[in-house]
């Protein structure tokens, strides 16, 4: 038999939602586990930071990292 448009509407809707548990529940994993590193001495906004860099292509985090640069030239950070 086949399903209507109604029952294929309503199981996408309810994939969605199982997935959105997920997400929220990994979410809540990764912020476990940055409370961890803190709590052993760690700054969890660098780990961010860390997490982010190593995510990037290593061309474009050369690039980013050379624009950051000549900006804090520019501001006079050294």
Do not use: F, H, W
Request: charged share 45%.
């Amino acid at each position: 038999m086949a399903e209507s448009a109604d029952d294929r509407l309503r199981l996408l809707i309810e994939r969605i939602e199982r997935l959105e548990d997920e997400k929220k529940g990994i979410g809540d994993d990764i912020r476990d586990v940055y409370n961890e590193a803190k709590a052993v001495g760690y700054d969890p906004t660098i780990l961010c930071q860390i997490v982010k860099l190593r995510k990037m292509k290593p061309d474009d985090r050369r690039e980013m990292e050379a624009v950051l640069e000549t900006y804090k030239n520019a501001l006079g950070i050294d």
